[in-house]
């Protein structure tokens, strides 16, 4: 990895929350180090009792353990972590490369495997890898998934082949309105101070904005509520 690219790197693994979990002193000191050389934010527990003890503190964007542990094994801990918060990713730290090992840390879920002795570039690309996986999670975040297969991302609409549509800036508007409450239905009125921001109320815009919407998408996305207003048809 090129200077200019570590430094991008850290520029997003700063500001994340990491539990690191190993029992072996020697081995937590030099691991510890390696790892603040990306993070900024590291706790530490010295086995899997602790660890979680911990997560019931904090949320944790990344956990890294170890997996043969007193009290609690690596393992068992991330079971307890992945019900409460599917979100955080999981890496283990193992000596060993037993297919028993690694088929329970594919089960319960993880986002990485390291075998101990590891080097910086496989540190350092495994690093990469989970960077990149918490920013597509926090995108999903935003998406909204519609009827029929379609679903917006906040700024553009997918068909169920995923294919964007085109969409002016108004539909645009009115489907980032619409998408911001589950359950909610706008007024007409809404709808014409979020898009037009003017206080003149003309129903007829928003009835030929939802209509040219209509016709050109293969499904009715937006529901009409009599005398209410209009909804997205949520999946």
């Keep these: 990895m090129n200077k200019d ?24 000191a ?7 050389n990306y993070f900024s934010n590291i706790d530490v527990a010295e086995d899997g009792k602790e660890g979680l003890r ?7 964007d990344i956990v890294f353990t170890d997996i043969e542990m007193p009290k609690m094994d690596g393992i068992s801990m991330l079971e307890h972590f992945k019900a409460k918060s599917p979100n955080t990713l999981f890496v283990i730290f193992s000596a060993h ?6 088929l329970k840390s594919i089960k319960v879920g993880i986002d990485g495997y390291i075998i101990k002795p590891f080097d ?26 519609l009827q029929d297969g379609y679903h917006f991302d906040g700024v553009v609409l997918y068909d169920k082949e995923g294919n964007a ?8 508007l009115l489907f980032k309105l619409l998408s911001s409450s589950r359950n909610g239905v706008f007024s007409a009125m809404d709808i014409e101070n979020y898009i037009f921001e ?11 904005l939802v209509y040219r919407l209509r ?6 996305l937006i529901e009409s509520v009599y005398n209410v207003g209009y909804k997205l048809k949520m999946k």
């Design 5 to 28: 690219d570590y430094y991008a790197l850290l520029a997003q693994t700063k500001k994340l929350n990491i539990l690191y979990v190993e029992d072996n002193q020697d081995v937590r």
């Design 30 to 36: 030099q691991t510890l180090k390696m790892l603040q």
């Design 54 to 60: 911990a997560f019931e503190k904090r949320a944790y």
């Design 97 to 102: 490369s037993h297919t028993d090992y690694f």
């Design 120 to 145: 910086i570039a496989q540190i350092e690309t495994l690093i990469k890898e989970l960077v990149e996986k918490l920013n597509m999670l926090e995108k999903s975040k935003d998406i909204v998934y």
């Design 165 to 172: 549509i085109k969409l002016t800036k108004n539909e645009q």
């Design 198 to 208: 003017d206080i003149e109320t003309d129903n007829k815009r928003i009835r030929n």
């Design 215 to 220: 016709n050109k998408l293969d499904t009715d």
